[in-house]
């Protein structure tokens, strides 16, 4: 009997989460990539800057790898891919401004940009048996695309994220008719956004964001500054509508900001006239009403632009009470604790602070409960995989579906490495490849995993006691008294008594060691950091991490 041919979707980021989107298309000897983003980390991700997929099963199967198709710009969905380009050499296809974004990270990375091709909307790249549809959807940048990947099974489509949005302010609505289209052809599985599924309703339109800002900067006294992400380059825009509007000059501040708003303005996905856009070093030759200030920070990160002004740590900019911040975006879970700091910060300034509880400030990117449904009926599946979102997401977009007549079957709720296998009459998942987190802290890939974070924890949380001891190399002799440091535990000057017998709990332990001939340095470490832990705990109640250092020398050399 002939073995029949199957189709393989394979996560290996997006699902179960928010962010790291990153997802294997398999057919035979055959595989793309669609997308390939970071995520940032969590709380307790000590030190950690950055988290990308684990690209284990790419790179086991990199002679198959075709390519790479990106849906749009955010770092959510294009971060990763210089990481995995170090060491796999493929194309990535993408549309106009994700290519010119991308393009500035390669030439960071030390990769070369040509390998970056660029797809116009409903074109279509054939690789072998696979080939990509680039499809216009709303959302809060330019230039996103779902995609549509047809394959001998059938064709599986990927929304990205989208909304529908009838009046953007860049007159590119999200193309139901292309949609419709192709469910009237027949999709076999929809691969789409979960992440406002909870939310009732349709999402608001940017243009009613724009209309806030137009109003809000007529009646501003002072300076303005809008905080925004710096990739939500519609967002940008409305700002830039509404200064020019009251003849005000715009300053841009934060790296980020900067490098988006040239690369935007550079390939004519912003509409900015000649004049309002001015250095942060010209900002005093200009009165407080003419100034707007775009600006990174939204959510409380420590070295953005704003919260350095809510800190009164930036160079530049010094808020007073005639200003006027508005904080446009919406909460990434997790953040609320840095936001709120920020918000109290400023309020002590006397700044007047305005933010999405107050006023229209921000309108999400992403579809909620009836634009999700449009989605649904228009391409009508026959099977569905709810995507870009947390568990409690996926669920309830599951639900959603089976209220509109979907069988519960077709619908395969999963998790980042789960195998999605299709023939053109089944679905199911069948295994699992390597996924997870990898976690990237400086110029290290993957070389900060549990052991470590786990250590990072326990100083921040405890402190670090080192215990420096010289000892004969041959009879483990103690040479000299112990000397101890403290790190983020005690302030020693004040805990004489602690440490004085501390370092007789050494001076015993290491007695102990030598009447039972224990002489392996790991060994003694050991016991030197058991006998302190005990002690310390005991008088102490605290258990901080212990260091013990022994320095071997011939007694007639020290």
């Known amino acids: 009997m002939r073995t029949q041919n199957k189709l393989k979707v394979i996560p290996l980021g997006g699902l179960g989460e928010i962010g790291k989107n990153c997802t294997v298309v398999e057919y035979k000897n055959e595989m793309i990539l669609i997308d390939c983003g970071l995520t940032f980390p969590d709380e307790d991700m000590l030190g950690v800057d950055i988290v990308i997929p684990d690209f284990t099963y790419i790179e086991e199967n990199k002679e198959k790898l075709k390519g790479i198709f990106i849906t749009h710009g955010h770092e959510d969905h294009i971060g990763g891919i210089t990481y995995l380009l170090k060491n796999i050499d493929t194309n990535v296809y993408c549309s106009k401004l994700t290519k010119g974004l991308l393009e500035n990270k390669f030439k960071e990375h030390g990769l070369n940009p040509n390998k970056i091709k660029m797809v116009n909307v ?90 806030t800002f137009i109003n809000i900067f007529g009646q501003a006294k002072g300076r303005i500054i809008v905080a925004t992400f710096a990739s939500n380059l519609h967002r940008v825009q409305q700002v830039i509508y509404a200064a020019e509007k009251y003849n005000k000059k715009v300053v841009l501040s934060g790296r980020s900001m900067l490098n988006n708003v040239k690369i935007a303005g ?18 005093k030759q200009y009165s407080d009403d ?42 990434i879970p997790g953040n609320e604790m840095s936001i709120n700091n920020t918000i109290n910060n400023l309020t002590k300034i006397g700044c007047d602070i305005i933010y999405d509880s107050l006023a229209k400030v921000h309108a999400s990117g992403h579809a909620c409960q009836e634009e999700i449904k449009l989605m649904h009926q228009l391409t009508t599946p026959k099977y569905f995989i709810p995507a870009h979102g947390e568990p409690r997401q996926l669920k309830k977009h599951k639900e959603i579906a089976m209220d509109m007549g979907m069988n519960s079957s077709n619908i395969l709720v999963g998790e980042n490495g789960d195998i999605f296998e299709f023939t053109k009459k089944s679905a199911r998942i069948n295994g699992k490849v390597q996924a997870g987190n990898v976690l990237v802290d400086g110029s290290g890939i993957g070389d900060v995993g549990n052991i470590v974070l786990k250590d990072r924890k326990h100083l921040s949380e405890d402190g670090l006691l080192v215990v420096s001891l ?22 020693v000057k004040e805990n004489q008594d602690l440490i004085e017998n501390s370092k007789d709990v050494v001076l015993r332990t290491m007695n102990k060691c030598q009447n039972k001939d224990i002489h392996a340095i790991s060994q003694i470490k050991y016991q030197i950091r058991e006998a302190l832990k005990s002690y310390i705990y005991n008088q102490t109640g605290r258990d901080p991490m212990i260091l013990p250092v022994l320095t071997e020398v011939s007694e007639n050399e020290y």
């Open 290 to 331: 003419q100034i707007v200030i775009l600006s990174t920070g939204t959510q409380g990160e420590p070295l953005s632009a704003l919260t350095r002004m809510a800190n009164n740590e930036h160079r530049q900019i010094h808020l007073n009470e005639s200003d006027t911040v508005i904080l446009s975006s919406s909460a």
């Open 470 to 491: 010289t000892i004969e190399k041959h009879t483990q002799k103690v040479l000299s008294n112990p000397e101890i440091v403290s790190r983020g535990f005690i302030y």
């Open 266 to 283: 550079n390939l004519g996905y912003l509409k900015v006239r000649s004049n309002t856009l001015i250095d942060i070093k010209n900002i």
């Open 122 to 211: 409903n074109n279509t790249v054939k690789l072998g048996n696979l080939s990509c549809e680039f499809i216009r959807v709303s959302h809060s940048i330019p230039d996103s695309c779902a995609i549509a990947v047809r394959t001998p099974i059938g064709t599986v489509l990927f929304t990205g994220d989208f909304k529908m949005d009838f009046t953007p302010i860049d007159g590119e609505p999200t193309d139901i008719q292309k949609l419709a289209e192709l469910g009237k052809k027949g999709i076999l599985c929809l691969f789409s956004d979960s992440t406002n599924v909870e939310i009732e309703g349709s999402s608001m339109s940017e243009s009613e964001v724009g209309q």
